[in-house]
């Protein structure tokens, strides 16, 4: 199981990007994909995350309304796309997979055992 992430960059607040997740290794569909962010200073944080087979999401309410987790199947890889964004959104963001977590564990980052290796966003106001 392999992730690898992509799409990061400097914008300016208000601004707009679209991470990739490309997953090797396994099919993304029988999968739960999240994504977490680590700012400077802070542990890593829960963003989004979308299910395996249902294919349902959630979102940290501070990205609710603006960030979009997504998923082709044909090209086994799972988006964010994130818009409005702004100053505290900066970060690295990881993607990262699991075909056992549970419900009731789905945002915590220790119930995942795959990992990509980081993508930096950073905005400026």
């Known amino acids: 199981v392999q992730l690898q992430a992509s799409g990061g960059g400097a914008v300016h607040a208000g601004g707009s990007l679209r991470l990739s997740c490309a997953a090797s290794g396994f099919a993304v569909p029988r999968y739960t994909v999240a994504w977490f962010r680590q700012a400077p200073g802070k542990e890593r944080e829960f963003v989004a995350v979308r299910r395996g087979n249902s294919g349902a999401t959630q979102y940290a309410d501070s990205v609710k309304g603006r960030f979009t987790i997504s998923r082709d199947n044909t090209e086994n890889t799972v988006y964010l796309q994130m818009n409005s964004l702004n100053p505290e959104d900066t970060a690295i963001y990881y993607c990262?997979?699991?075909?056992?977590?549970?419900?009731?564990?789905?945002?915590?980052?220790?119930?995942?055992?795959?990992w990509g290796q980081g993508t930096q966003v950073t905005v400026s106001s």
């Open positions: 990262a997979a699991s075909n056992t977590v549970i419900l009731s564990n789905i945002r915590n980052r220790s119930a995942y055992n795959s």
